[in-house]
């Protein structure tokens, strides 16, 4: 059966644009179009334009314009941050998971080489971080935690407030004992945009990085927010926009659709993680009723859980043959990382949590959003149910393999 319409079920890799946000950046698409650096009128205008943007963003995440550095994705934002930090202390430690996003991890091996020191923290079954090894992990010299606020492949939320009473902790020891280094806590934050608090006092991490395109708003585009006193080395030099840190003429249509995207996202979230949170228990009931021999990856329903992640084990099945089965009956759905997707690889998030390689083949991530109905979700309940008789056997693809840090 093919649906009559397509049906977009992998909002985590990214999201179409909201009407409100298109209509915001048209001005600096069309007649608007000074450079920000210049000093005549249509200079003044853009860097008007982009100051209110970094007002406005800075007052979601509580914190103060300056302290919002505008990037060109959620993955240059994720670079700024641990290499910046780690090539300003050569040689020194850093400290993550081994679930994180390929952009944290590949960084942290960019760093590795040229000689920092990384530990990669493992984390329960149901994908959080095992506190007690990553406040054994810190050393006398880690000066970056970078971890996580939400998966993007099974959803888990860390509880960043309990990382961040260790980091505190460490820090009070080293200011008794006179040891200068600093210890800085970074979360990505790419998929807790639509759904989780931003505030970065809240949630008690020095630096938080966003994308756009995840929350309704144009590619292209992500910030790193951080506090005043984290020092970072840019990642390369020029004219010395954005404080120095990244430098290049901003892309000033993607910024102005950032924040609108961000206030929308804002204004919206309680209702909307409402809304998914019933959307997501009742795909689920679907799901276990259709295939009652599936099990949900990561951690159950609820509190420790983002409200539009459904990432499943159908036993039996290739979940990149389910994929395009299903791409062929009108569902974009994933099996992981879109990026892990283009490389064939397994979803490292699955391993880390259960270290079957099984498991990580034969699991599919739905992820739901704004325009997620009950019928998209009866629709692909009903392809899954035929789906099951016909890819039960169906010979097991080849995949690239990933390391498991």
Known sequence: MKLKKRVYMDYAAATPLDKEVRKAMLPFLRTQYGNPSSIHAEGRAADAAIAKARKS????????????IFTGSGTESIALAIQGV????HGAHMVTSEAEHSAVLEN?????KIGSRVTYIPVTRYGIVDMRLLAKSIQK???????????????????????????????NRRKVVRELLPLWFHTDACQAGEYAPLRLDALGVDMLTLNASKLYG??????LCKRTTVGLQPLWGGGGQEQGLRSGTENIAGIVGFAKAVEIADRNKIKE???????????????????PDIELNGPPLGNERSCNNVNIYIPGISGETLVLYFDERGIAASTGSACL???GGLSRAILSLSQSETRAVQSIRFTLGR?????DIDGAVHVLRNARVLLRNAPRQTYAKTKNR
Request: charged share 25%; glycine share 4%.
């Open 218 to 223: 144009p590619k292209g585009v992500g910030l």
């Open 86 to 89: 780690m090539n300003l202390h």
């Open 273 to 291: 993680r409402h809304r998914m949170t019933k959307l997501q228990e009742y795909f689920l009931r679907a799901l276990k009723q259709a295939v």
């Open 108 to 112: 942290a091996a960019m760093v590795e």
């Open 341 to 343: 997707s283009r490389e």
């Open 57 to 68: 963003i800075a007052d979601v995440l509580g914190m103060r314009p300056p302290e919002i």
């Open 141 to 171: 010299d880690t000066v970056l935690i970078s971890i996580a606020y939400i998966n993007n492949e099974i959803g888990a939320i860390q509880p960043l407030s309990e990382i961040a009473n260790i980091v505190r902790k460490e820090r």
């Open 371 to 375: 325009y997620t109905a009950r019928s």
